[in-house]
C-alpha cells in the first residue's frame, strides 16, 4: 500500500509558504496554510477519537464556514471518506441518503440534531454538530485534539468522497470518487486556467457540490492561491470584493445578477483575470452581454457529478457562447448513437461519453446500474446529449431524459431555448415534451421576462416562425416570474414538466 495520502500529499507538495493567507472570512479573519494545516490535523484527530476508521463515510448537512472546509480536509487526511449533503434536503431525504451509505459519524446544524439523530441512529452513526459559525461539538472537539496529524495512507484509487446525484428522476445514486479523480482533475484545471498563488478566487458557490468543493477549492489550493469565502451570493458583498479578487466561478444566475445593477462596471471588473460559469448552461444572451459590458468573456466548461471536468472553453482562444470548449487534456470524449453506441460523425448528435482519469469508480452499492453506464470499452455514458463541431468545440443541446419527440420528429430543447431568448423581453426559457393525444409529445416553452417587462404568450411564438421548423416550435407557452431552480441553479424541468402535463389533455 502507498505511504502517502494520495490527495492530501499533493495540497502539501504545493504549500510553498505557511504564512500564506489560504481563506478570508467574511469577518476579515485570515486562515494561513499553517492554519490550514494545522485546523484540518485536530479535525482529523477529532474523528480518529470518534472511532471513524480509514474508508468510514463521515456524512456532512451543515451550512457554509470555512471550519466546514476542514472538516472536508481533515476527512481526507483521516483516510476517510467525505460525504457532503444540499443543505435544502429534508430529514426525509436525509434518511434515505444515511441509510445508503451507513456513514460512521454524521455531522448537521445545531438547529437540525434533534431531527436528524433517530435517522442517525438507525445506521449506528455518531451525530455531531457544526453551525454557520463553525461552531458545536465537532469544531469543540478539534479545539481540543492536537493540531499535528500522522495522514493515513490512501491510494490513487482509494475512495476520498461520495456525491449523490440530484436524482430529480428515480433514486438518488452515491457517485464514488477517488483521491485519483480529484487530484487529476484539480492539476488538469490549473494548467488549464493559469492558475498561480497569486490568484484571489472570489468564493460564493455552496461546498456541497462539485462545482464549490472540487473545482474551487482543490484548484485554489494546488496553485496555492487563497480565497475571498462568502457563505452565499451576495451582489452587494460580490461588488464591495472583487477589487481584491482575480478570478471568479459562479453559477450562470450569478453573472445574471451582476448584469442586472448598474453598480457592476467594466471598471469594476478591469483587474479580474478570469471569470468561470458552470452548473448549469449559460445563455449566449448573458455570455455576450457580459462581454459588452466588461471586456471579459466568460469561460463556459462542463462537468458533471460523477466525472468532474470534462471540458472547458479555452483560456487563450475564443471562448464560443452556446459551447463548452474542447475536452480537457487526458480526457477522451466521443459522440455516440444514444441506443446503439454506434461512434458518430462530427456535427451529429448524440449522447456525450467520455474516459479519463477523472472518471468516477461506479455507483455506491449499485453495481447493476454501474456497469448499465459504461460502454465495454470503459467510456462513461453522460446522459447529455452534443454535438463536437468543425473546430472541435463541443456543444450541450440538452440531457437525454429532455429530448422531445413529437410526431416522429425529434426537437433538443436547448436548440429551442436558445432561440427564445434572443426574442425582446425574454430573460430566460426553458422548453419541455408534455404528453400530446397526437402528436406523443408536445413542445411546450415556459419563459420569465426581463423585470418590469409583460410579456404576450404570441410575441414569444411569432418571431420563432423564422428561425426553427414548424414541429419545433412550441404548441403553447407560459409566463413565469421566474423559472423553478435546484440549488445550483438548474431549472427543474421535472417541476415544469408536472406543472405542465395536463396542457393538452
Not at 450569478?254 to 449559460?282: I, N, Q
Not at 427543474?492 to 406543472?499: A, G, S, Y
Request: with cysteine.
Amino acid at each position: 500500500m502507498t505511504q502517502e495520502n494520495h490527495l492530501f500529499s499533493r495540497i502539501r507538495a504545493a504549500i510553498r509558504n505557511e504564512q500564506a493567507p489560504f481563506i478570508e472570512k467574511p469577518s476579515g479573519e485570515v486562515i494561513t496554510y499553517g492554519g490550514l494545516l494545522a485546523r484540518s490535523a485536530a479535525y482529523a484527530n477529532a474523528l480518529v477519537a470518534l472511532g471513524v476508521k480509514p474508508g468510514d463515510r463521515v456524512a456532512v448537512q451543515v451550512e457554509k464556514s470555512a471550519d466546514a472546509l476542514m472538516l472536508y480536509l481533515g476527512t481526507v487526511r483521516a483516510g476517510a471518506v467525505f460525504l457532503p449533503l444540499n443543505t435544502a434536503y429534508t430529514p426525509a431525504e436525509i434518511d434515505y441518503f444515511v441509510g445508503d451509505a451507513a456513514p460512521a459519524v454524521l455531522v448537521c446544524d445545531p438547529a437540525r440534531q434533534e431531527a436528524l439523530a433517530p435517522i442517525a441512529q438507525k445506521v449506528g452513526a455518531r451525530v455531531e454538530t457544526l453551525d454557520p459559525e463553525g461552531r458545536g461539538s465537532l469544531s469543540d472537539a478539534a479545539d481540543a485534539a492536537a493540531t499535528d496529524f500522522d495522514d493515513v495512507a490512501r491510494g490513487a484509487d482509494d475512495l476520498a468522497a461520495i456525491l449523490y446525484t440530484s436524482g430529480t428522476t428515480g433514486r438518488s445514486k452515491g457517485a464514488m470518487l477517488s483521491h485519483e479523480n480529484l487530484t487529476s482533475n484539480a492539476s488538469v484545471l490549473v494548467d488549464y486556467w493559469r492558475y498561480s498563488s497569486d490568484d484571489v478566487l472570489l468564493h460564493a458557490l455552496p461546498i456541497f457540490h462539485t462545482h464549490g468543493l472540487f473545482v474551487a477549492t482543490n484548484v485554489t489550493l494546488l496553485a496555492g492561491g487563497s480565497m475571498l469565502f462568502l457563505p452565499k451570493f451576495d451582489l452587494d458583498e460580490i461588488l464591495r470584493l472583487m477589487p481584491r479578487a482575480t478570478t471568479m466561478m459562479g453559477v450562470p444566475t450569478f453573472y445574471a445578477r451582476l448584469l442586472g445593477t448598474d453598480r457592476f462596471t467594466r471598471e469594476l471588473a478591469a483587474h479580474m483575470r478570469l471569470f468561470v460559469s458552470g452548473s448549469a448552461p449559460l445563455s449566449a444572451e448573458v455570455h455576450k452581454a457580459f462581454s459588452a459590458r466588461t471586456g471579459h468573456a466568460i469561460l463556459e466548461r462542463y462537468g458533471m457529478t460523477e466525472t468532474n471536468m470534462n471540458t472547458s472553453n479555452p483560456y487563450d482562444g475564443d471562448r464560443r457562447p452556446g459551447t463548452v470548449g474542447y475536452p480537457l487534456p487526458g480526457v477522451e470524449l466521443r459522440i455516440a448513437d444514444p441506443d446503439s453506441g454506434k461512434v458518430l460523425a462530427q456535427g451529429e448528435v448524440g449522447v456525450i461519453e467520455v474516459k479519463g482519469p477523472n472518471v468516477f469508480k461506479g455507483y455506491w452499492q449499485m453495481p447493476e446500474k454501474t456497469a448499465s453506464e459504461f460502454r465495454t470499452d470503459g467510456f462513461f455514458i453522460t446522459g447529455d446529449m452534443g454535438l463536437v463541431d468543425e473546430r472541435g468545440y463541443v456543444s450541450i443541446v440538452g440531457r437525454a431524459k429532455d429530448l422531445i419527440i413529437t410526431g416522429g420528429f425529434n426537437v433538443y430543447p436547448a436548440e429551442v431555448e436558445a432561440a427564445i431568448d434572443e426574442v425582446e423581453g425574454v430573460a430566460e426559457s426553458a422548453v419541455i415534451g408534455v404528453p400530446h393525444a397526437d402528436f406523443g409529445e408536445g413542445v411546450v416553452a415556459v419563459v420569465a421576462p426581463h423585470k418590469g417587462v409583460s410579456l404576450d404568450p404570441e410575441a414569444v411564438v411569432t418571431p420563432l416562425a423564422e428561425r426553427l421548423a414548424r414541429f419545433k416550435q412550441p404548441k403553447k407557452v407560459y409566463v413565469l416570474p421566474e423559472l423553478p431552480r435546484n440549488t445550483m441553479g438548474k431549472i427543474q424541468k421535472n417541476v415544469l414538466r408536472d406543472m405542465y402535463k395536463n396542457t393538452f389533455a
